[in-house]
């Protein structure tokens, strides 16, 4: 089945599944789901007179505490006097900030300072059990002394329930014992619930005892709070507790119902002009889907048909944004080009096989010839011995014939000897080696390599020997490289520079040429193989070889990018002999 039909079909199915939701919705959840709302409703609406009296507690709080860390409260304990309660001016303070409860008290529990205020009557109110320490307030007094943060009651009085705060009295920046506690409070009193009212925009209003609805039904009875209904409004009462867990008062909260009338007009235009919009949705998603999304497959599916018969791996697939479909053409054309590079790769990789076997083969025969020369040299040096013995060897040109030859004789014996040495297959055994050593037979290997008459080799050695726990074979492969590479950027002339530093744990080697050096291009690729640094005259196998034997002995080699007179490579080697108790790993 094509996708198209798919679609259609699948398009079809949406739609009737959502008209028998939408009639299953209407006749069985509609009743449900309305009186949820009104659950809902009621929820919001007892939330929100907690929420303002936790906010009108906080306002309570942060006054209390901001008061008891005033300077002149601190000295007014110590010394009350009726200049500075004069600066205090707590009468003014408590009608500005609206409240009806102002108390001072020291550590020793004395009534510093005591003052109230009714707003419902516009006078003074005085809490005369304070002054002979009894009722519930002193008993919060009491409670909260020995508290060292602030603290916070509901609290029942003659004059009602109020909301009251107790702070340590400290100084402003906090320093010195306490001395005592600083008290305000508010009485919930109706101006508390007429401006909740305003800000909820519903009646609130409370009674302490015997609170009961008008004619409304119970609709829910939970968390703390029943709803009742009636024609016309919906009636919360919710049971207020103290901090001692006694009760309060009860809240009243009546709302109006017209959300309710309001919600079955939406429900029946909302669900008919869903239907409508995802009908009109489908058709466009069906259009876009065939003209973005289906047209585009088919043309990939037409080209990489095309790279499958054809193992044609020009094809570029064209990209004119950043949507899925164009991203899945850039990984496609990525893809290409990265089967372009290995396959190119892999024909590389072919020729330096070959190349490689006739490397192997020539080295042999070098080995071999080497090997060979030996002996016939040895030949000659003992002729040259014996013709120097003998009676007839008096004439002094002669001597310095037989000395020429003899030393020329020494020369190629050497130079076989070490060209069979280095062309034999080395084993992978770590032993100690002298770093000196194998610096000086890497030197002496390119030397018959390469034209060396105009260049000089500057060492700064180490006095003593530079033992490493290395693969010495290995190691001197990597040193010739490197000599060889400089030799080559030199052109036959120049100084080239090898330092060694470093102590028993390991060591660090610098090769310094003042040739023309890396170009960063080179720089960022130089260690990857195939990578020729010589312009596409070497195989690109030297430093990645050298790299991959560096690492394999625990270390590193880098280019100083930094360098600008030439070319200087950093090898370090830890000893992993002496790390390691002289076992390698």
């Known amino acids: 089945m094509k996708l198209k039909r798919k679609i259609y079909i699948l398009h079809g199915l949406i739609v009737l599944a959502i008209l028998i939701i939408f009639v299953l919705f209407y006749n069985l959840h509609f009743k449900a789901a309305l009186t949820k709302l009104k659950g809902e409703r009621a929820e919001i609406l007892v939330n929100g007179v907690q929420t303002l009296l936790d906010k009108e507690i906080s306002r309570i709080t942060l006054l209390c505490d901001d008061n008891a860390g005033w300077d002149t409260m601190y000295r007014y304990v110590l010394n009350p006097d009726k200049n500075l309660e004069k600066d205090m001016a707590p009468d003014l303070f408590i009608k500005y900030m609206k409240l009806g409860f102002f108390s001072v008290i020291n550590n020793d529990l004395d009534v510093i300072f005591l003052t109230g205020y009714d707003w419902i009557t516009d006078q003074k109110i005085y809490f005369d059990h ?20 602030s603290h916070n009651h509901l609290i029942k009085t003659k004059y009602g329930v109020m909301v009251v705060v107790s702070s340590p009295i400290t100084k402003s920046d906090g320093s010195g014992a306490p001395r005592g506690r600083f008290l305000l409070g508010n009485i919930l009193d109706k101006n508390f619930f007429l401006a909740i009212s305003n800000t909820l925009g519903e009646k609130v209003r409370y ?12 609709l829910l009875s939970r968390n703390g709070y029943k709803l009742y209904e009636d024609q016309d409004n919906l009636e919360i009462l919710k049971d207020i507790y103290d901090s001692h867990n006694e009760y309060a008062y009860t809240l009243g909260i009546t709302a109006s119902k017209n959300f309710s009338r309001t919600f079955k007009r939406i429900i029946i235009f909302y669900s008919v002009g869903l239907i409508f919009i995802f009908i009109t949705a489908a058709i466009v998603i069906y259009l876009f889907f065939n003209k973005f999304i289906l047209k585009k497959i088919e043309s990939i599916s037409e080209k990489t048909s095309r790279i499958v018969t054809s193992d044609d791996l020009s094809i570029v697939f064209p990209v004119s944004s950043n949507d899925e479909i164009c991203m899945l053409k850039r990984n496609l054309n990525d893809m290409l080009k990265r089967m372009k590079k290995e396959i190119k790769k892999t024909i590389d990789a072919q020729n330096m096989l070959m190349l490689n076997e006739k490397m192997i083969f020539l080295g042999n025969i070098t080995a071999n010839i080497a090997h060979e020369m030996v002996n016939p040299l040895f030949a000659v040096s003992n002729a040259v011995e014996y013709i120097r013995n003998s009676d007839c060897c008096n004439d002094r040109k002669l001597l310095e014939a037989l ?40 030197i002496m290997v390119a030397k018959w390599s390469r034209s060396i008459d105009k260049i000089t080799f500057k060492r700064e050695k180490i006095k003593k020997e530079v033992n490493l726990f290395c693969n010495p074979g290995a190691i001197q492969q990597v040193f010739i490289n490197l000599i060889i590479n400089s030799i080559d950027a030199l052109m036959g002339k120049g100084d080239i520079t090898i330092n060694i530093s470093g102590n028993e744990h390991g060591y660090t080697i610098d090769f310094i040429d003042n040739g023309p050096g890396f170009t960063k291009s080179i720089i960022n690729n130089a260690f990857e193989s195939f990578k020729s640094t010589k312009n596409g005259k070497g195989a ?35 000893n992993i002999g002496v790390l390691h108790d002289g076992k390698s790993d």
Request: glycine residues 8%.
């Open 130 to 149: 304070i002054k002979y320490k009894k009722g519930e307030l002193w008993d919060f007094i009491l409670e909260s002394s020995t508290l060292k943060n």
């Open 403 to 442: 000395k020429i030859i003899e030393s020329e004789t020494s020369r190629v014996r050497e130079i076989a000897m070490n060209l069979n040495r280095y062309s034999i297959q080395k084993s992978k055994t770590f032993s100690e080696t002298d770093l000196n050593d194998i610096i000086d037979s890497a």
């Open 540 to 574: 690109g196998l030297g430093l990645y070889i050298s790299y991959n034997i560096i690492r394999d002995h625990g270390g590193t080699i880098r280019i100083d990018s930094e360098f600008n007179n030439g070319s200087h490579i950093i090898i370090t080697i830890p």
């Open 207 to 218: 009674r302490t005892r015997d609170f009961v609805p008008g004619s409304g039904i119970l």
